[in-house]
């Protein structure tokens, strides 16, 4: 199932970090949960149809693109991201 993101819900997936990588770039998984409750704009990957370009802001106001895969079984991992 294709994440449907215009409609996208937090609460209906397992969400999962790579705290490691995202930490490299000082986001931390509460910065990603933020993002995603406060509206995003996603890009998909041109390369990898599972990946996912994800830009919001947190509740500071910080912005940030985040890397997400889509593994199935509404699962999604966030790899690394950025401030913008």
């Known amino acids: ?3 449907n993101w215009s409609r ?4 209906g997936y397992e969400i999962t970090f790579n705290d490691r990588k995202l930490a490299v770039h000082d ?7 933020e993002v995603l409750w406060n509206g995003i704009h996603v890009i998909r990957d041109k390369k990898d ?3 996912y370009r994800v830009r919001g802001r947190t509740d ?3 912005p940030l693109e985040l890397i997400v895969v889509d593994l199935g079984n509404r699962t999604l991992r966030f790899i690394t991201g950025w401030h913008l």
């Open 8 to 11: 996208f819900d937090p609460n």
């Open 27 to 33: 986001i931390t998984r509460w910065d990603v949960m």
């Open 60 to 62: 500071a106001g910080d």
């Open 49 to 51: 149809r599972n990946r």
């Open 1 to 3: 199932m294709v994440v």
